[in-house]
Structure formats: structure tokens, C-alpha cells
């Protein structure tokens, strides 16, 4: 199975901050990762697909980067409604597997 | 689509656990419904899949043999069934539709129920 890893595990920025956070594969994806926010007791909402497709409706403040197996979500100007717990997910091989969460605070 | 699951359920170790998940909205066959689930503070965990239209269905070797996931079209409703429960099962779980872009091979987890919350405890 593909394990992935991300970091922070949590982070503290302000309203108005960029925000970076990475994603690393076990092995090789090309660009079949996702990104997901989730906020308390909600299911994941999907941001990012195919590494940096945005995903209709969300906000263009949004984007994603990577190949391979290193990837980034990034969030500019950070808003109050941004503080969410967010994984990575692979879909390039079965089982999908998600990373263990970065959770943003503001 | 609309997807929305039955409700909380407490099991004791050792039992089974049906949850259910009715779609509305377009074609139920035209979907394949996944389950994934999430203990408290945990990454979610893919549990398995079931192609509507033909059944099919495919599940991951940590669950093989635990796991039945299941489709009535009459009724637009996925059901995903765990046997042999244990503590380590209690969790929220929750069904989700694949979109698959056959272009670019891209699948990603779009339309989500709200969730059910499963606690087993003696």
C-alpha cells in the first residue's frame, strides 16, 4: 500500500497569511493526488484534484502543486473560514490511501 | 447527488453492523459508492467500493473477509456490513461517490452522506 505523509501536523497562521502545506508519497503517483478540507463533525470536502485542479466552487485562493511524490497545498490570504483539518489523498493506486491531516488554526 | 445514511448505531464486540446509504438525485447505476471511514482524531480509511450498475465490488485486504458492501437499485441504497466488530471499529463511516475524468484518469471523492457514527463497546 502507498503510504502518505504530511507536515505540519498543525499549524497557527493569521487571517491574511499564506499557507503552505506538503504532502510526500511512499512511492511514485504521477499527479493522482487529492486535497481535502475538513471542518468538525463534516465530511471531507474536496479542494484539489490531479495535484492542482481546482475543484468547481472553491475559492481560487486555493491551489496545488507536486508530481511524483512531493506535493503542496497552498493557501493565500488565509481566511477565518479556512481553519479546517486538511489530507492529502492518493488516487493512483488501490486501496486510496489519505495522509494523517494538517489542522489549521486562526 | 444526494447522499444520506441511517443513523447512530452501538454494538457489542463481536456483532455486526448494517449502515445503509440512499442516493438522490441522478442515476443510482450510473455511480460507484465508496465507504471510508474515520475514528476520532485519525486520517480517514478507505473501506471498499461497489459499482452500481453491475455490482462489483472490491475491498481492501485489511478488511477481506469482514466486509460486505452491498446495493439495492430498486431502492437507490448502498449498505456496507462489518462482521467480527471490534473496538477498533468504532468510528464514524461514511459513503461517497468516485468521479472518474476517463481523459485524464483523475478520480476523486466528490458527493459524501453525513455520516454515521458506529460505537462498539461492551
Known amino acids: 500500500d502507498i503510504q502518505m505523509s504530511q507536515s505540519p501536523s498543525s499549524l497557527s497562521a493569521s487571517v491574511g497569511d499564506r499557507v503552505t502545506i506538503t504532502c510526500r508519497a511512499s512511492?511514485?503517483?504521477?499527479?493522482?493526488l487529492n486535497w481535502y478540507q475538513q471542518k468538525p463533525g463534516k465530511a471531507p470536502k474536496v479542494l484539489i484534484y490531479?495535484?492542482?485542479g481546482l475543484q468547481g466552487g472553491v475559492p481560487s485562493r486555493f491551489s496545488g502543486s507536486g508530481s511524483g511524490t512531493d506535493f503542496a497545498l497552498t493557501i493565500t490570504s488565509l481566511q477565518p473560514g479556512d481553519s479546517a483539518t486538511y489530507y492529502c489523498?492518493?488516487?493512483?493506486?488501490?486501496?486510496?490511501?489519505f495522509g494523517g491531516g494538517t489542522k489549521v488554526e486562526i | 447527488v444526494q447522499l444520506v445514511q441511517s443513523g447512530a448505531e452501538v454494538k457489542k464486540p463481536g456483532a455486526s453492523v448494517k449502515v445503509s446509504c440512499k442516493a438522490f438525485?441522478?442515476?443510482?447505476?450510473?455511480?460507484?459508492f465508496h465507504w471510508v471511514r474515520q475514528a476520532p482524531g485519525q486520517r480517514p480509511e478507505w473501506m471498499g467500493w461497489?459499482?452500481?450498475?453491475?455490482?462489483?465490488?472490491k475491498y481492501p485486504h485489511t478488511l477481506q473477509g469482514r466486509i460486505n458492501i452491498t446495493r439495492d437499485s430498486s431502492a437507490s441504497t448502498a449498505y456496507m456490513e462489518l462482521s467480527s466488530l471490534r473496538s477498533e471499529d468504532s468510528a464514524v463511516y461514511y459513503c461517497?461517490?468516485?468521479?472518474?475524468?476517463?481523459?485524464?484518469?483523475?478520480?476523486?471523492?466528490?458527493?459524501w452522506g453525513q455520516g454515521t457514527l458506529v460505537t462498539v463497546s461492551s
Open positions: 461517497t461517490t468516485l468521479v472518474y475524468d476517463i481523459l485524464t484518469g483523475y478520480k476523486y471523492f466528490d458527493y
Open positions: 438525485g441522478n442515476s443510482f447505476t450510473d455511480n460507484s
Open positions: 461497489i459499482n452500481a450498475g453491475n455490482g462489483n465490488t
Open positions: 512511492q511514485t503517483i504521477g499527479d493522482h
Open positions: 490531479g495535484a492542482s
Open positions: 489523498q492518493q488516487s493512483h493506486s488501490t486501496p486510496v490511501t
